[in-house]
């Protein structure tokens, strides 16, 4: 459902991105997919020919200009874009301060 107000209600500002990204389960192998924003609370980006399911912890690795940056999170929800495609939102649980207070910085820029 949107939001019909259209008011954002988000926690966070987003930084819109296309990179690639890998992600995964936190103690198996990394799969690939395409970041399309990033915050200092999480990231949404598209996962190909995979199953990901609701609440399930994975690590994501993005970066952040030249910062490689690792992260734990949680999918907070998942929507099929197609047979394919799954739109994927992870809240981060765990996320060096550093690099949190990198991406307040930079979503500071956008802003401005």
């Given at each position: 459902?949107?939001?019909s107000?259209?008011?954002?209600r988000?926690?966070?500002?987003r930084?819109?991105t296309d990179?690639?990204i890998?992600?995964?389960?936190?103690?198996?192998?990394?799969?690939?997919?395409?970041?399309?924003?990033?915050?200092?609370?999480?990231?949404?980006f598209e996962?190909?020919?995979?199953?990901i399911?609701?609440n399930e912890i994975?690590?994501?690795?993005?970066s952040?200009?030249?910062?490689?940056?690792?992260?734990?999170?949680?999918?907070?929800?998942?929507?099929?874009?197609?047979?394919?495609?799954?739109?994927?939102?992870?809240?981060f649980v765990?996320i060096?301060?550093?690099?949190?207070e990198?991406?307040?910085?930079?979503?500071?820029i956008?802003?401005?």
């Open positions: 459902m949107g939001n107000s259209g008011v954002d988000r926690k966070y500002r930084i819109e990179q690639v890998s992600f995964a389960p936190v103690d198996a192998r990394d799969l690939l997919g395409v970041s399309r924003d990033v915050s200092s609370g999480g990231i949404r996962a190909v020919g995979c199953e399911e609701m994975l690590r994501v690795t993005f952040i200009g030249q910062q490689t940056v690792v992260a734990i999170g949680r999918v907070a929800w998942a929507t099929e874009l197609d047979p394919l495609t799954l739109d994927v939102g992870i809240e765990e060096d301060p550093a690099a949190v990198l991406l307040d910085e930079v979503t500071a956008e802003v401005a």
